[in-house]
């Protein structure tokens, strides 16, 4: 399993940025994909999740109505979609891979999103 993050960066308040995930190596349109973030001293936490077939999507609180998770199972390709960025979504972003929730799945290596003016 190779889980490619790319898109981070340093962004103002109140701006967007657009993560993308390019996977291999496992039958990609039969797995939940989701996105995970860990700030610095704080615990990895879930940010968005999506079904194989993309009809189901969930979202932190913390980021719900601000960000928006997709993919495109021809392209093996997960997407975050970050609007009205702060300082609290500064952390690095993982991509995660797995067949159920109940797994722990698989990680690819993180994509550093840094908010500050």
């Known amino acids: 399993v190779q889980l490619q993050a790319s898109g981070g960066g340093l962004v103002q308040p109140g701006g967007s940025l657009r993560l993308s995930c390019a996977a291999s190596?496992?039958?990609?349109?039969?797995?939940?994909m989701a996105w995970y973030r860990q700030a610095p001293g704080k615990q990895r936490e879930l940010v968005a999740g999506?079904?194989?077939?993309?009809?189901?999507?969930k979202y932190a609180d913390s980021v719900k109505g601000r960000f928006t998770i997709a993919r495109d199972n021809a392209k093996n390709m997960v997407y975050l979609q970050m609007n009205s960025l702060n300082s609290d979504d500064t952390a690095v972003y993982y991509c995660n891979t797995r067949r159920t929730w109940q797994m722990t799945g698989s990680w690819g290596q993180g994509t550093q999103v840094t908010v500050s003016s």
């Open positions: 999506i079904s194989s077939g993309g009809g189901s999507k």
């Open positions: 190596g496992f039958v990609f349109r039969n797995n939940i």
